[in-house]
């Protein structure tokens, strides 16, 4: 998943889009229907990691939606048709074409990159042939865009490939957009595509220069507005507006201030609602905007959590060879509600997503392990198909699996106590000495930093030492930074 906030994140606001519309109660979320209306990942990440902004400047010199009020803009937009999930095609994109684009996505999400790839050359070459709009550029940087921000590459020569292809499809689906759009400015699939690459170019720059992944990340979010200014019915677009949204409203005061004096107020509500409508009624970027759902959607409160959970059964259930998502989901069980992991429904269910895995590559092999080292803390001594490979090197997450160490440690500690009472001394020294090498081995990965502070943030709200009541225990020391 990408990490893009620069701290954890705060308590979210709830939507007030209708429960039925916001798909609290029936999530309609990646269900690969081919060809009706397949939910996919057409643009992983269109806007990532923009907090700051210097000015409200124009692109092509044409004006964005920023003078109107997001949440009016969302009560506008023209409703989804529910049959089909309002499915249409984009202007100038053809059905094969579309189908394609949607059939590579899926095989993506499924941990199949080989085949997902194949399809994305497929699709160029269609493109190519018909003079189509460039949306294998943009699905090849959004595979490979996700793959560089998790790190899921396992050596140096394998992240050399992988920032190459990005760095191609960025060129080609850059100049193929720009060229159509010197001659229609207002082209709705043209804006989205280029806004798309764009907010991916963004996402590579944050860490090593912050001021031109600004610019890119401004003029971005610039045009999916013009893309929607111009088609209503382009859903995908509020997944930019939603991130822009929910990462600058977690950002230092100062740069809030500067955006509300350009007229850009943010919040984390209104990045809510906007995530949630390309998310439930978008038709290419729903399984992505779940995921970014998945980071800004608070764990502390029971709905919000509730509808989290709700996005992670479908993740599973939609994908069930890939690994990943059973990761996230038993991560954020045990970060913050380990009570409804400890069962013998979770070790069955748990076992069962074991014996589905796929194991295709590093990343698959990787989040396969990571699950394997956390259901031996359901069953420690597991037959030899269900336990870890203790060889296996994780790189970012070196630190996994002492944390799981010292879950089992406090759990073990915490079962003999009494209501309201508090550890041995000696137990909490201990466990303050596991939480410090589980810091430091997360500080010292390749993770990019706010990565790390992600699983710092993790890492320090589930070794809080809690009693059976469920309150925190105080031991005279702050375990957490909230």
Aim: proline share 5%; glycine share 6%.
């Amino acid at each position: 998943m990408f990490v893009i906030f620069g701290q954890e994140p705060t308590q979210s606001e709830k939507s007030v889009i209708p429960r039925q519309d916001a798909g609290i109660r029936s999530l309609k979320i990646v269900k690969m229907r081919l060809p009706k209306r397949p939910a996919t990942l057409l643009s992983a990440l269109l806007l990532a990691a923009v907090t700051v902004a210097s000015g409200e400047s124009t692109v092509d010199g044409k004006t964005g939606l920023a003078d109107k009020s997001l949440a009016a803009e969302i009560a506008l937009a023209e409703p989804a048709n529910e049959e089909g999930g309002g499915y249409y095609l984009y202007r100038e994109l053809t059905q094969e074409q579309s189908d394609l684009a949607h059939l590579a996505l899926s095989q993506a999400y499924s941990a199949n990159l080989k085949r997902s790839r194949k399809t994305i050359a497929a699709l160029r070459d269609m493109e190519t042939a018909k003079h189509l709009p460039p949306l294998s550029s943009l699905l090849s940087v959004a595979v490979d865009v996700m793959r560089y921000q998790n790190g899921d590459y396992e050596d140096e020569e394998e992240e050399r490939d992988l920032l190459k292809s990005i760095d191609d499809a960025l060129e080609q689906g850059s100049y193929l957009c720009k060229r159509a759009l010197e001659k229609e400015p207002d082209h709705p699939t043209y804006l989205l595509i280029l806004g798309g690459i764009r907010g991916f170019s963004a996402t590579l720059k944050i860490h090593g220069n912050p001021s031109q992944a600004m610019g890119d990340g401004f003029q971005a979010l610039k045009l999916l507005e013009r893309a929607r200014g111009q088609d209503a019915r382009i859903k995908d677009s509020y997944m930019g507006t939603g991130i822009f949204n929910c990462t600058a409203a977690n950002a230092p005061l100062f740069v809030r201030a500067t955006l509300k004096i350009i007229g850009r107020s943010v919040t984390m509500k209104a990045g809510l609602e906007a995530l949630r409508v390309s998310a439930y009624k978008g038709q290419y970027t729903s399984v992505s905007s779940q995921l970014f759902l998945i980071q800004f959607l608070t764990p502390y409160d029971q709905e919000l959590a509730r509808e989290k959970r709700e996005i992670f059964h479908s993740l599973e259930s939609s994908f069930p060879r890939n690994p990943y998502y059973t990761f996230l989901k038993t991560d954020e069980a045990l970060c913050f509600y380990p009570d409804s992991f400890y069962s013998h429904a979770s070790r069955t269910a748990l076992a069962s997503r074991i014996s589905s895995f796929a194991s295709t590559d590093f990343s698959t092999r990787r989040y396969a392990n990571l699950v394997r080292y956390q259901y031996t803390l359901l069953d420690p001594s597991p037959e030899r198909r269900y336990a870890p490979d203790t060889s296996f090197q994780f790189r970012d997450y070196a630190f996994y699996p002492a944390f799981l160490e010292a879950l089992r440690f406090k759990r073990a500690i915490e079962d003999t106590l009494g209501t309201d009472e508090k550890p041995p001394k000696a137990a909490i020294a201990a466990l303050k000495e596991m939480t410090e090498t589980c810091m430091e081995l997360i500080g010292n990965s390749p993770m990019n930093p706010t990565r790390r502070r992600y699983y710092q943030w993790h890492v320090t709200d589930a070794l809080r030492w809690s009693s059976k009541n469920g309150r925190a225990v105080p031991t005279g020391a702050s375990t957490t930074s909230r």
